[in-house]
């Protein structure tokens, strides 16, 4: 499985952007999705999943602003991030788990100004 992920850029405090995570390969073995976001000195840290029917789970830093969803036909994973915030600040990783494994996109970064 390789993930390709996009979407990143500079927002002002307040505006949204979606990144967009493309899968290739076996991705009819992919289970759960999920993105991550890491800052300098920082571990990465899971932000939202979903799982292979559709659970999703939204950590409380972004928990009512961001919004994982993922078209299976075209192999595309999403992050809808709404009224961002200057502590959003971070490069995110889209990931895809296939039994015990861990597929990761290359990262992405986000800046949100004040």
């Known amino acids: 499985v390789q993930l390709q992920a996009s979407g990143g850029g500079m927002v002002q405090a307040g505006g949204s952007l979606r990144l967009s995570c493309s899968a290739s390969g076996s991705t009819e073995s992919i289970g759960a999705v999920a993105w991550y976001r890491q800052t300098p000195g920082n571990k990465r840290e899971i932000i939202v999943s979903m799982s292979r029917t559709g659970s999703k789970v939204a950590n409380e830093p972004v928990k009512g602003r961001f919004f994982i969803s993922k078209d299976d036909a075209n192999k595309v994973a999403y992050l809808q991030m709404n009224n961002l915030k200057p502590e959003d600040t971070a490069v995110y990783y889209c990931?895809?788990?296939?039994?015990?494994?861990?597929?990761w996109g290359q990262g992405t970064l986000v800046t949100v100004s004040s």
């Open positions: 990931n895809a788990q296939v039994g015990r494994q861990h597929y």
